[in-house]
Each structure stands twice: as structure tokens, then as C-alpha cells.
T-cell receptor, first 115, second 116 residues
Framework: GENVGLHLPTLSVQEGDNSIINCAYSNSASDYFIWYKQESGKGPQFIIDIRSNMDKRQGQRVTVLLNKTVKHLSLQIAATQPGDSAVYFCAENLEGSGNTGKLIFGQGTTLQVKP | NAGVMQNPRHLVRRRGQEARLRCSPVKGHSHVYWYRQLPEEGLKFMVYLQKENIIDESGMPKERFSAEFPKEGPSILRIQQVVRGDSAAYFC??????????????FGNGTRLTVT
């Protein structure tokens, strides 16, 4: 499943399918991007990050793709599991801000995994 | 394996009261960031502190809000004379040596402030 509309807040997928969560970022000067997962009542949990000098980075069951030409970031989750159900946020950091902890968060996408 | 600890988890205040939110960073981390999350929204940066110094408070409201990170003890976010619009989840994050590619932010589970 994939949220093809960048402003679509909810993505529903079948357990075992791959998920693709998309994000448009706002500033071409951003040089660092992060994906966080937030479960209900909890804080954001770091998933994976990527620098602007890369276009792809892989983790365990997750891949982040960065397309600087169109300012687009995506998170791919392989073999989605019920435990992946959460809200997913992309965040960017402005180059030269001198503070890579000063992040700009997107609106978030809710991932619902159907058993 | 103590991560970022925030307390209280839930805080209820009447309008006009003061709210104090505490954050203990990951052991060894000397950089703390505070973020606010309104319902159905992403997090918004408020302030960045190092021990005894405010580095960047560009996201803090000009009035009623203050933050500190003393040499000893937790970081404190203080909201004076709370109003209903202050109701939100407040998250603290810490990093070692300033967040970077090799040191991403780790967030606590937040304090949910409700102003009645």
C-alpha cells in the first residue's frame, strides 16, 4: 500500500504487504531527514535517517528514499506487521541552521495494518 | 537502559496556574530539546538548551514560557498562568554533543498537559 496523495493522512495495508509512506519537504536547503514512528500515548521513536548526499538508506525492514529534485522523501516498510501500526512523521533539518536537533516535522501519516 | 525520562506523564492545571514539566536526558547527554505537539499535528520545536545555557529559543512563545537546564538536575519547562491553548503534549529529546547524523534525537514519552 502507498499513500499516493502527499496530504493523505491514513494508509491501510494488509499484514505482510509492503508499505510506502510519502512525505514532501519544504526547504531545498534541508540536508538531513529523519523518520519517526509514534504510537498512541508515546513519544516519537527514531526509525531511520538520511543525509542529503545520499538517495537511499536501508535499515532492518525499512528503506528511506530521498529525491532532492522534487523534494520528496519516502519510507518503505517491508512485510508490514501489526506492530507497525502507528503514526509516522518525516522531519527535516535546515542546512546551516547550526542545530541539527531543530527539526521541522510533517503532518504525519497513520498506518493501519489489517491482520 | 534509561532513555529520556519525563514527568509527570499527565498534568492537569486550571487556567492561571503554573505548570512545571521535567525532563531527565539520556545519561551522558548534555543537549536537550523541547517540542510541543497539538492534537492531530506534528511536533513543533520550542527550545534547545545545553547545561546552563539556552542556545536557541526561537520556538518559544515570548511570554509565560521559560526553560532551563541547570548544571545539576533535570531540564524544566515552565509555563506560567496557563491558558486552554497551552493544552498539548510536550516532548523532550536529548542528544550527545548536539544532534547530528550520528547522534539523532531520542524523545521521551512526553507530558500531556490539560488546562481546564
Amino acid at each position: 500500500g502507498e499513500n499516493v496523495g502527499l496530504h493523505l493522512p491514513t494508509l491501510s495495508v494488509q499484514e505482510g504487504d509492503n508499505s510506502i509512506i510519502n512525505c514532501a519537504y519544504s526547504n531545498s536547503a534541508s540536508d538531513y531527514f529523519i523518520w519517526y514512528k509514534q504510537e498512541s500515548g508515546k513519544g516519537p521513536q527514531f526509525i531511520i535517517d538520511i543525509r542529503s548526499n545520499m538517495d537511499k538508506r536501508q535499515g532492518q525492514r525499512v528503506t528511506v528514499l530521498l529525491n532532492k529534485t522534487v523534494k520528496h522523501l519516502s519510507l518503505q516498510i517491508a512485510a508490514t506487521q501489526p506492530g507497525d501500526s502507528a503514526v509516522y512523521f518525516c522531519a527535516e533539518n535546515l542546512e546551516g541552521s547550526g542545530n541539527t536537533g531543530k527539526l521541522i516535522f510533517g503532518q504525519g501519516t497513520t498506518l493501519q495494518v489489517k491482520p | 537502559n534509561a532513555g529520556v525520562m519525563q514527568n509527570p506523564r499527565h498534568l492537569v492545571r486550571r487556567r492561571g496556574q503554573e505548570a512545571r514539566l521535567r525532563c531527565s536526558p539520556v545519561k551522558g547527554h548534555s543537549h536537550v530539546y523541547w517540542y510541543r505537539q497539538l492534537p492531530e499535528e506534528g511536533l513543533k520545536f520550542m527550545v534547545y538548551l545545553q547545561k546552563e545555557n539556552i542556545i536557541d529559543e526561537s520556538g518559544m512563545p515570548k511570554e509565560r514560557f521559560s526553560a532551563e537546564f541547570p548544571k545539576e538536575g533535570p531540564s524544566i519547562l515552565r509555563i506560567q498562568q496557563v491558558v486552554r491553548g497551552d493544552s498539548a503534549a510536550y516532548f523532550c529529546a536529548s542528544s550527545g554533543g548536539g544532534a547530528s547524523y550520528n547522534s539523532p534525537l531520542h524523545f521521551g514519552n512526553g507530558t500531556r498537559l490539560t488546562v481546564t
